[in-house]
C-alpha cells in the first residue's frame, strides 16, 4: 500500500534525457567484440531527471521515518518500490516483489554498558558514547564481558600474500583486543605493502572483527581516528548506538567474538598509559613486518546487556526477462535502508539519509522504468534489487549471495548504485571496481562515448571497494561494479567536488541533516545512470 505522502512544492530541475548504455549493453552483447556496435544510441532507453528527482524527494521524506530495516519505516519504503515495480509491468520473480531478509535484531540496554582500563600505573574509565561504544557482537548473547588483559593487536591482519602476522606466536584466547583502524602503511621501500594509498579489506571494521572472532578473542575494540577511519566519531557513535542487526548465524558459521566496539584515539593512549606504553609508540611498531600482539598486563572491565529479537525486512525485487538468454542475469543494485529514529541531533530524530541513499534508490528506479519501457529487446534478463540492511553491514546483498533467486552461476555481471550525483554534471565518472574484472572493457568505451574521463577512486584509502552491495556479490565471484559520480563538476573551480564531499561526510553523513534540498540538481544523476 501506498503510504500518505505529504505534497511537495515542484522543485526546479532542468528537464534532461538521456540515454542508459552500460546495463543494455551487457544485457545485450555476448562477446567483447559486440561492445562497440551491440546498441546504437538511439536504441538506448532514455532517463529522466524529474523522475529521479521525484522518487528521491518521496523516499526521503519524514513519512518514510528513515527507512530503518525492521521497522515500519523500512517497511512502507520496501512497499513504494515494490509498487513502482509493478505499475513499471516489471516481473515478480516467484511471483512476488519480495525475498525476505531474516535478521536477529540487539537492543543494548545503555545503563548496564561499563568499560574500564586498569593498569600498574591508574585506571581510567571513559565515558559512554562521547568516547566509546561497545555492544554484543553474538547475536545470540544477552549478557557479554567480564575482566580480561587487554592485547594491543597492531592493525590485527594475518595477511600471507604480505608475509604479515599480527598475531605470530601469542594466543589471545578469552581476551580483549585493542585495534588499529585501516591497513598497515605502506613504506618507501615498500610503495606496494596492502595496495598501498589504497584500503584493502584487512583494513575494514568487518574484518578485524571476523579476525578478532577467529582468534577467539572474548573482544574487539577499534581505536577510532578519522582520517584513516574515513569518518569523524558522530559516524561511530550514531551508527553504533542504537538497535544492531545481523544475519542468523549458519551453523558453519565462525561465532562471532562476545563483545564489539570503538574507543576514541584519547581513550586509547590514556588507557594504554596506565601501564607505561606510549601509544605513537605501539602504532609505529604495528607498522613494521615482524610485529607482533602485546600483551599489555592492563586489564579491561566490561559489560554489555541487550536484548534480541528475530525480525524481518524485505529486499525488493523484479525482473526484465531476456529475449535470447533469459536465464543469465545482469543485477542491478542500490540499497534502500538507513538508520530510521535516532539519537536527537539539533532537535531532528529522523535519518532521512537522502544522498544515502534515497538518491541511489530513485536512480535505480528510473533506471528500472526506463528499461521496463524500452521497445528495444534485451538478450539477457536484467535482475533489479533494491536492497535492504546495507547500513548495517550489506545484510540484503549478503542474504541475496546466500540465497539467490537465480543462481550466481548464471548471474553475469552486478552493477550497484549507492549515491546519486545531485551537483551538477561532472566531466569524469568513477567507478569502483571497473580494473578488477573484464567488466572494465565494457566500461571504459562507454564513458568515451560519454565525454568523461574514467577517474580512480577519488579516496582510495577509504576503501569504498568494500563498503557497498557490490561487495558481498564480488566474493561470491560475480564481476561487480559500483558506479559513483565524479568530482571535476563544470563550471565549478578545482577541487570544488572534493571539497563538497568532504563538508557531506564531516556534517551530514549517516546524520539527521542528511535531507533532501530543494538546491539539488539531477543532471549529474542522469549522466552517471547513463553510463
Known sequence: VRPSIKPYPEISVRRLNSFLGLIAILAACSSESDIETS??????????????????????SDDFFGRGPGHLGGDLASAYIAEQFSEYGLEAPGGSYFQTVPMVGMTTDPTTVKLSFTGPEGAITPTYLDEFVLNAGDPLAARVGGDAELVFAGYGAIAPENEWNDFQGIDVQGKYLLILVNDPPASPSEPDLFGGVAMTYYGRWTYKYEEAARQGALGAIIVHETEPAGYPWSVVRGGWSGEQFALPLNPTDTRPAGMVGWVSESVAQRALATAGYDYEELKNRA????FTAVETGITVSASVESTSRDVETRNVVAVRRGSTRPDE???VTSHYDHFGVGESIAGDSI????????????????????????QTPLGRSVLFIATAAEEQGLLGAERYVRSPIYPLSQTVAEINLDGANLWGLTDDIIVHGEERS?????????ATQLGLTLRPDAEPEKGFFFRSDHFPF?????PSL?????????????GWGAQLQADYTANRYHAPSDEF??????????????L
Do not use: C
Open 517 to 530: 534540498s530543494a538546491e539539488f540538481t539531477f543532471d549529474g544523476a542522469v549522466q552517471q545512470g547513463a
Open 287 to 290: 607498522a613494521t613486518r615482524g
Open 482 to 494: 559500483w558506479i559513483e559520480h565524479g568530482r571535476d563538476y563544470r563550471g565549478q573551480p578545482a
Open 438 to 446: 573484464e567488466l572494465g572493457n565494457y566500461v571504459r568505451p562507454r
Open 351 to 374: 535519518y532521512n539519509g537522502a544522498y544515502d541513499n534515497a538518491s541511489g534508490t530513485a536512480l535505480l528506479l528510473e533506471v528500472a522504468h526506463a528499461i521496463s519501457g524500452s
Open 474 to 478: 564480488a566474493k561470491a565471484g560475480v
Open 39 to 60: 546498441r546504437s544510441e538511439s536504441e538506448l532507453p532514455e532517463l529522466s531527471a524529474q523522475g529521479i528527482a521525484d522518487h528521491m524527494r518521496i523516499l526521503a
Open 329 to 331: 542475469y545482469l543485477t
